[in-house]
């Protein structure tokens, strides 16, 4: 990489400083069009930002034999991690410039088992509540008929920076 090339954003992630001088909404978009780095992670699981707009946000991916625990179906961290992803990102959407937040807890309900066969699952998050110290989200995972196959709840910390 010479002086005059941008770093590919595939490998870096954003400064504290950066993600402090825009909305959270402004975060997000940047992602989504890839003029800022997404989260690494989602390189592991497929993960794509397909919406975001105020207090929700969608992610999309394809369960993989290589997301599979050891009785054969899709380990419960992948559907765990896609609904964290997605009510974390509606808090953060809903947040403004120089705050930012951390996951307190999040519980999740796993309603039908997720296999390869089940195809492109859909996770939204949607923000219930968000207050100066805190905020609350819920998050629905469904295949591509909309039926629900996990739930969860999750409460954040919001803290400026």
């Given at each position: 990489?010479?002086?005059?090339?941008?770093?590919?954003?595939?490998?870096?992630?954003?400064?504290?400083?950066?993600?402090?001088?825009?909305?959270?909404?402004?975060?997000?978009?940047?992602?989504?069009?890839?003029?800022?780095?997404?989260?690494?992670?989602?390189?592991?699981?497929?993960?794509?930002?397909?919406?975001?707009?105020?207090?929700?946000?969608?992610?999309?991916?394809?369960?993989?034999?290589?997301?599979?625990?050891?009785?054969?179906?899709?380990?419960?961290?992948?559907?765990?991690?896609?609904?964290?992803?997605?009510?974390?990102?509606?808090?953060?959407?809903?947040?403004?410039?120089?705050?930012?937040?951390?996951?307190?807890?999040?519980?999740?309900?796993?309603?039908?088992?997720?296999?390869?066969?089940?195809?492109?699952?859909?996770?939204?998050?949607?923000?219930?509540?968000?207050?100066?110290?805190?905020?609350?989200?819920?998050?629905?995972?469904?295949?591509?008929?909309?039926?629900?196959?996990?739930?969860?709840?999750?409460?954040c910390l919001i803290f400026e920076f």
């Amino acid at each position: 990489m010479t002086a005059s090339q941008p770093p590919d954003v595939s490998t870096v992630i954003v400064s504290p400083e950066l993600l402090a001088s825009m909305t959270g909404l402004e975060y997000l978009q940047k992602m989504q069009r890839g003029e800022l780095p997404g989260m690494p992670i989602a390189k592991t699981l497929g993960l794509e930002l397909a919406e975001v707009e105020q207090g929700r946000a969608v992610f999309v991916s394809t369960p993989v034999f290589e997301h599979y625990n050891a009785i054969g179906t899709v380990h419960a961290g992948y559907t765990a991690t896609l609904l964290d992803s997605c009510m974390a990102c509606a808090v953060l959407s809903a947040l403004p410039k120089g705050t930012g937040f951390t996951t307190m807890e999040f519980k999740v309900s796993l309603l039908r088992p997720v296999t390869k066969e089940t195809g492109i699952v859909r996770a939204e998050g949607t923000l219930l509540s968000r207050g100066r110290r805190g905020a609350a989200a819920e998050g629905r995972l469904t295949d591509a008929n909309g039926k629900l196959l996990a739930h969860a709840t999750t409460t954040c910390l919001i803290f400026e920076f």
